[in-house]
């Protein structure tokens, strides 16, 4: 019996029910906030940095999925990559054997990374992290790793124990014995190195939450700390690697710096296959993987599958062939030089950070009267209201995507597709200029969203 299956059919049928099934079936409190802030549209396709409506109107994705979309969506290259390997019909997954597109992406993923030997295929960021986690601890025979506060590695138990986040910990204790030390504070990672049970030190080389850099010179510095305590340093690129800050990963834009091991995921799917690498030493490999009777002792039921491998394999093709990073460079450097030029201008305006195409824009108290107070209410309901109102008028009425950088946070912040230029620079400054100055009248919409925000933090209480 041949058994058929109509897709187009079934979303025609029944996806203008999908906040409804969402708020049903999964996590109930999504389509409640999106309704909330106006957020609750309805895409129905996207290519690039853009998505449409029904009524063919387009939105400029600033958020790139929380940075997935690298490349944007839907590049035909990946695209056409998918359907190759889909139709060469491979025989994957057999478990024992030994395909090769695992290996053709960690020696092209290897190439850009120098000083780095092996490469391990998960599925996702997380567990990269945990597979770093896992491996470090292994190797030096040491429980804790070090982390940084506000940090963000991921939501499973191990990667959790090294979330600087406190709002993500609460309520899953018992975690890892890990330990934060602050962004940047080498005396505070001194100190922990002494006590002698430090497997490791984990860093984003940017962090997401509030896109905050260590000090110049700071990661070389803990480099070698560690080394001197037999400790390791683990970067973790995830969102900052693969071109996002104008380097191939973050680290790298800082001289000498040679992390023991680094994982990646988001981009490297081409948005389409979660896919999650570790890339480490080989002394570390060797060490974890030390006979045959070890060589399962870490795996991932769907790594190394061939879809994933030929989208990580075409992403980097095209990051090759259409200078991706060059991109990511210059257009980062033109969109953050002209927000910062709006800094005199807006006394709302605190500050404009990063690198590449990895921007913060943070908001802070301002100085005349009239607008300190009604900054205060806003601060005194909860902090992080301020970036909201920016985020949904941007959205609201010039349709463009951003995301706050975090819970609590006066924080915007831009992490679009590398192919972004000067055209969607222009758009999304001069729909910020027109939010910003609704936010300085005194009055307008962006105030009168605020309202609203404080009565559901009130409520929220």
């Not at 999925?65 to 889909?86: E, W």
């Not at 951003?402 to 972004?420: R, W």
Request: glycine fraction near 10%; aromatic fraction near 8%; include cysteine.
């Amino acid at each position: 019996m041949t058994t058929e299956f109509d897709l187009g059919h079934l979303l025609a049928e029944r996806g203008a029910e999908r906040y409804e099934l969402h708020g049903r079936y999964l996590n109930h409190q999504l389509p409640r906030m999106l309704h909330t802030i106006g957020f609750d549209k309805v895409y129905e396709r996207a290519e690039g940095a853009y998505f449409w409506d029904a009524d063919g109107d387009d939105y400029l994705d600033m958020l790139a999925g929380f940075g997935v979309m690298g490349l944007g969506r839907h590049h035909p290259v990946v695209r056409k990559a998918l359907h190759d390997v889909l139709d060469a019909e491979l025989a994957d997954l057999t478990r024992f054997d030994c395909q090769p597109l695992p290996g053709l992406l960690a020696e092209k993923l290897l190439a850009h990374s120098p000083h780095l030997d092996r490469v391990f295929f998960g599925n996702s960021g997380t567990e990269a992290v945990e597979t770093a986690l896992k491996f470090a601890r292994f190797v030096t025979g040491k429980p804790r790793v070090l982390y940084c506060d506000h940090a963000f590695h991921g939501l499973t138990t191990g990667s959790l124990s090294v979330n600087g986040e406190s709002g993500f910990r609460d309520g899953f204790a018992p975690l890892l014995p890990d330990t934060a030390v602050p962004l940047g504070d080498l005396d505070a990672l001194a100190r922990e190195l002494k006590k002698g049970d430090v497997a490791a030190l984990i860093v984003e080389p940017i962090q997401g939450k509030g896109v905050h850099e260590p000090p110049p010179g700071h990661l070389r510095a803990a480099q070698e700390l560690l080394r001197r305590h037999k400790a390791l340093l683990i970067a973790d690129e995830v969102q900052t690697g693969l071109g996002r800050t104008g380097d191939f990963y973050a680290y790298q834009h800082e001289d000498g710096v040679e992390p023991d091991l680094v994982c990646v995921a988001k981009a490297l799917s081409g948005g389409y296959v979660p896919v999650g690498a570790t890339l480490g030493k080989d002394w570390i490999f060797k060490k974890v993987y030390s006979s045959m009777d070890r060589v399962l002792v870490h795996s991932a039921s769907f790594g190394s599958n061939a879809q994933a491998m030929a989208a990580g394999l075409a992403v980097l093709s095209v990051m090759e062939n259409e200078q991706i990073v060059a991109n990511a460079r210059a257009t980062g450097e033109l969109l953050k030089s002209r927000l910062a030029a709006l800094t005199d201008k807006y006394e709302l305006l605190a500050d404009v950070r990063g690198r590449g195409l990895m921007v913060g824009i943070e908001f802070g108290r301002p100085d005349s009267l009239k607008l300190r107070s009604r900054w205060t209410m806003l601060q005194a309901a909860r902090k992080g209201l301020f970036a909201q109102m920016v985020v949904v008028p941007l959205l609201r009425r010039h349709r463009i995507l951003t995301q706050v950088s975090g819970d609590h946070l006066e924080v915007i912040k831009l992490i679009p597709p590398l192919i972004i230029g000067e055209r969607e620079v222009d758009r999304f400054v001069d729909a910020f200029t027109d939010v910003m100055d609704d936010a300085h009248s005194g009055g307008g919409l962006v105030w009168d969203f605020g309202k609203t925000l404080i009565k559901q933090a009130v409520a929220n209480r």
